[in-house]
């Protein structure tokens, strides 16, 4: 398999099941035009997401790493009319972009971006949340993960982006700071008792990776 491969398959099923969206592909292009990274989500991440917040019934959902505001949309467009939107972005200029794709979505109402780091804001935030998206740096996700399990109750869900990396999270001799992120990680949620958690490899349009899917149960 190629990663040309991965991109006719994502894009074979983005046009069937997702399909062209203003406010995303705006989203997409403003932030390029800021010189964002381009390390959003693909848009069946993107519907992913969406769907796991209909699933969950979520009402109140946590972001954790704002970037340009594209999974921010997807994840608040899942909420009923009177939901809550949280999410968390380091830098400044990220966040500009970001409201502005949100409220160019017709979302400005139940977003709110907070800047600053994410470990510094947390612990200033009230739950419970139903549902947990973290995608922020990779060193500090057990950190994180810690801090979302405390705004979180019993059935909430939270979802971990890039836990693989490139496949390098199975060395355990690496010393690459986000794959030495990912591996405790993992260990973390294997050994907290009031979760249940998986972790997935993905291909596809971001080549290479996956996700950790955990359920608070406790």
Request: glycine share 10%.
């Amino acid at each position: 398999m190629t990663q040309e491969q991965w991109d006719a398959v994502d894009g074979y099923y983005s046009g069937l099941l997702v399909g062209p969206d203003a406010a995303l592909d705006a989203a997409l292009e403003a932030s390029d035009a800021a010189g964002l990274p381009q390390i959003a989500v693909s848009a069946n991440q993107g519907k992913l997401l969406h769907l796991i917040a209909r699933v969950r019934g979520a009402g109140r959902i946590l972001e954790i790493g704002t970037l340009g505001g594209y999974s921010t949309i997807w994840l608040a467009r899942a909420l009923p009319a009177d939901g809550r939107l949280i999410t968390l972005e380091y830098e400044a200029k990220h966040a500009e972009v970001a409201r502005a794709n949100i409220a160019r979505a017709g979302l400005a109402d139940r977003v709110d971006v907070l800047v600053g780091a994410a470990l510094d804001t947390l612990p200033t935030l009230e739950g419970p949340f139903d549902l947990v998206f973290i995608d922020a740096d990779k060193p500090n996700n057990p950190d994180y993960f810690r801090a979302a399990l405390g705004l979180c109750r019993p059935g909430s869900v939270i979802v971990v982006d890039n836990v693989v990396r490139g496949g390098r999270v199975a060395d355990p001799s690496s010393t690459d700071p986000s794959v030495v992120g990912s591996r405790a990680l993992a260990e973390l949620m294997a050994a907290e008792p009031t979760v249940d958690a998986t972790m997935l490899q993905t291909v596809g349009a971001k080549g290479y990776d996956g996700f950790a899917l955990a359920l608070v149960t406790g």
